[in-house]
Each structure stands twice: as structure tokens, then as C-alpha cells.
């Protein structure tokens, strides 16, 4: 069993409108913007990452909006749900914020004994809040949600699967524990994690494959120290027999890819460098960022990638 990982690094899914995304994620969620840049494979979509003040691992989530693209529809092979970590008593807060904005799909429920609130984004992307207690992660504190309820960071994901035993056996290698089992709910805990160190695995054996759309998930990736704690990772899992990808620059971290069994892009991404390393902290996700490779594109992307107001 690996050691190397330390709960989610971050969580990537597509939308359809960045001005609308951002809205969301600053505007309502109150996460911070922490980097505006571009698809390293589609310079001409925005690659919006939403965080607390520096960008930690565990409380990322990022996007790429391809404008007016179609949603997804919820299936098997996915990860079906994104659960953001709030203080204890948050939930009413949070009911009447998300209520009042619109949002569809709002509803209380509990799991493993945690108080959860479902909600979905602007492409039905399936997001819960649950209350923990004694989280020790700070929210963004300059945004629009008091620091008293603000959102910590992931607290996992869940992911629907027609079976889940393979996936659980991977996660277990991974260094990830099974808690607990409700009906068609497993749970495996990351102890020592970052916070963001829990997966729900829920088997859905009749229901059909998910398609890829606005709303889907495209990647979960999982965080580890650094260049050489990945390599022992990639290591072990070429070992295992995941076709694992060489290890790619991400410019704010360094990542390798692999899907699982039930077809679930993962990745490995590393703390190092991070997001301050091409702006001050200050001043994270303010200006557009461009990876070296698409520098000479920045005139024609200027005028092209759609305006976003804060
Ligand atoms: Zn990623």
C-alpha cells in the first residue's frame, strides 16, 4: 500500500460559459479565483482554477468552459458528485444562499452520519456541502461568504460505478482505507489526508454510461508532495497494470494520468510549484497566464476567449 498520496489535489469538469462559471465559483461559492490560464490542448478555451487564498491541494476545482458546449448526462464511469467541506451549522446558511441564487437540485440529506446539502451547478454538475466538524483548513476569506461558513476545501468525491470492487481495490493500493458500507455506498478514507480524503463509491450496476458533456467531470486528481514521491507512484501502479502516462508539466504542477478500471480519468499531480510561481499571491488568477508553448498566441486569445468580469 502507497503512502505518497495526500488526499485530492484537484477536481477538473467542463462547463458552458466561463462567465457564468466564474460567477459561480467567486461570486456565490466564494472560492477564490487562484489562476486564469488556457487548455494546454485547446489554447483557445479558458482553464479557470477556484480555490482558497494560494491554491492548496485539496481545495482546487478547475474548469474548462467550452462555450456553448452540451451537457453531459449522469451515468456509470464518472465522478458523479464534487463534496466541499463547511463548518458545523453551515448547512441553513448555505440552503438560503444557493435558494435565493437559483440553484436546482437543492436538498438535505446525510451520509455516514455527516449533514449534507446537494445542490447542482450551471450545467448540472452535482455538488454537495457537507458540515464537518473542527476542519482546520481555512476558508477564502476575502470573498463574498462570511469565514464562519465558508467553504474549507473538497471533502471528496463520489463517484458512480456499475461495480465498484476493482475501483476499490485501486483506491486501496492508492493507501486509502473502506470505513464504511450503506446499501450501494462504500466509503474509503485517506487517513492523515489533507481534508479533502474522502471517496464514496456508489455501485449502480443498471444504470447506463455516463456521457461526457458541460456538468461532467473530466479528471480527479490526488496530491503528492513532490517530482519523486510521484515516481514511486507511478512505479507501483505501472506495476499493477495501469497504463500510466509519462510525467507531464503542468506548470503548477506536475502530473501524470492513467484511467481506472471503470474508465475514470485519475491523476497524480505534485504540491510543486504551485500557483504562485508565475504571479504574486496577491494577485492570483487576475491576469491571463499562458503556458510557454502558447505565449505567441496571446494577441489573437485576447480578443478571442470570451470577457470575465468579477
Ligand atoms: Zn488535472
Same mark, same amino acid.
Given at each position: 500500500?502507497?503512502?505518497?498520496?495526500?488526499?485530492?489535489?484537484?477536481?477538473?469538469?467542463?462547463?458552458?460559459?466561463? /462567465? /457564468?462559471?466564474?460567477?459561480?465559483?467567486?461570486?456565490?461559492? !466564494?472560492?477564490?479565483?487562484?489562476?486564469?490560464?488556457?487548455?494546454?490542448?485547446?489554447?483557445?478555451?479558458?482553464?479557470?482554477?477556484?480555490?482558497?487564498?494560494?491554491?492548496?491541494?485539496?481545495?482546487?476545482?478547475?474548469?474548462?468552459?467550452?462555450?456553448?458546449?452540451?451537457?453531459?448526462?449522469?451515468?456509470? !464511469?464518472?465522478?458523479?458528485?464534487?463534496?466541499?467541506?463547511?463548518?458545523?451549522?453551515?448547512?441553513?446558511?448555505?440552503?438560503?444562499?444557493?435558494?435565493?441564487?437559483?440553484?436546482?437540485?437543492?436538498?438535505?440529506?446525510?451520509?455516514?452520519? @455527516?449533514?449534507?446539502?446537494?445542490?447542482?451547478?450551471?450545467?448540472?454538475?452535482?455538488?454537495?456541502?457537507?458540515?464537518?466538524?473542527?476542519?482546520?483548513?481555512?476558508?477564502?476569506?476575502?470573498?463574498?461568504?462570511?469565514?464562519?461558513?465558508?467553504?474549507?476545501?473538497?471533502?471528496?468525491?463520489?463517484? /458512480?460505478?456499475?461495480?465498484?470492487?476493482?475501483?476499490?481495490?485501486?483506491?486501496?493500493?492508492?493507501?486509502? @482505507? @473502506?470505513?464504511?458500507?450503506? !446499501?450501494?455506498?462504500?466509503?474509503?478514507?485517506?487517513?492523515?489526508?489533507?481534508?479533502?480524503?474522502?471517496?464514496?463509491?456508489?455501485?449502480?450496476?443498471?444504470?447506463?454510461?455516463?456521457?461526457?458533456?458541460?456538468?461532467?467531470?473530466?479528471?480527479?486528481?490526488?496530491?503528492?508532495?513532490?517530482?519523486?514521491?510521484?515516481?514511486?507512484?507511478?512505479?507501483?501502479?505501472?506495476?499493477?497494470?495501469?497504463?500510466?502516462?509519462?510525467?507531464?508539466?503542468?506548470?503548477?504542477?506536475?502530473?501524470?494520468?492513467?484511467?481506472?478500471?471503470?474508465?475514470?480519468?485519475?491523476?497524480?499531480?505534485?504540491?510543486?510549484?504551485?500557483?504562485?510561481?508565475?504571479?504574486?499571491?496577491?494577485?492570483?488568477?487576475?491576469?491571463?497566464?499562458?503556458?510557454?508553448?502558447?505565449?505567441?498566441?496571446?494577441?489573437?486569445? @485576447? /480578443?478571442?476567449?470570451?470577457?470575465?468580469?468579477?
Amino acid at each position: 500500500m502507497l503512502n505518497q498520496i495526500k488526499g485530492l489535489h484537484h477536481v477538473t469538469s467542463m462547463a458552458s460559459d466561463a /462567465q /457564468q462559471n466564474n460567477a459561480f465559483f467567486t461570486g456565490l461559492l !466564494g472560492l477564490r479565483r487562484v489562476k486564469k490560464t488556457v487548455n494546454f490542448d485547446a489554447p483557445d478555451v479558458y482553464h479557470l482554477y477556484y480555490g482558497d487564498e494560494t491554491g492548496s491541494a485539496g481545495t482546487i476545482m478547475t474548469y474548462f468552459p467550452f462555450p456553448n458546449m452540451a451537457k453531459g448526462h449522469r451515468g456509470t !464511469g464518472e465522478v458523479s458528485e464534487t463534496v466541499f467541506a463547511v463548518p458545523e451549522g453551515a448547512l441553513d446558511f448555505w440552503r438560503e444562499r444557493l435558494d435565493h441564487a437559483g440553484v436546482h437540485g437543492i436538498a438535505r440529506d446525510e451520509r455516514f452520519g @455527516e449533514k449534507r446539502l446537494r445542490f447542482l451547478g450551471p450545467d448540472g454538475d452535482g455538488f454537495a456541502l457537507a458540515e464537518v466538524a473542527g476542519d482546520p483548513r481555512a476558508p477564502f476569506a476575502r470573498g463574498p461568504v462570511p469565514a464562519d461558513t465558508g467553504i474549507h476545501g473538497f471533502r471528496g468525491v463520489t463517484m /458512480q460505478l456499475r461495480d465498484t470492487d476493482a475501483t476499490a481495490a485501486l483506491l486501496k493500493l492508492m493507501g486509502y @482505507e @473502506e470505513v464504511g458500507r450503506d !446499501g450501494d455506498l462504500t466509503r474509503l478514507v485517506l487517513k492523515g489526508g489533507n481534508g479533502a480524503d474522502i471517496i464514496d463509491l456508489e455501485r449502480r450496476p443498471e444504470a447506463p454510461k455516463a456521457r461526457e458533456g458541460a456538468g461532467s467531470v473530466h479528471h480527479v486528481a490526488f496530491a503528492v508532495e513532490d517530482r519523486a514521491a510521484q515516481v514511486q507512484v507511478r512505479k507501483a501502479l505501472l506495476e499493477a497494470g495501469a497504463h500510466v502516462t509519462p510525467v507531464i508539466d503542468r506548470d503548477y504542477f506536475w502530473a501524470i494520468y492513467f484511467r481506472t478500471p471503470d474508465g475514470v480519468l485519475f491523476e497524480i499531480a505534485t504540491h510543486e510549484p504551485g500557483f504562485a510561481r508565475d504571479e504574486d499571491v496577491a494577485h492570483l488568477g487576475e491576469a491571463l497566464k499562458l503556458p510557454e508553448q502558447h505565449a505567441h498566441l496571446r494577441a489573437r486569445l @485576447e /480578443q478571442t476567449l470570451p470577457a470575465i468580469t468579477d
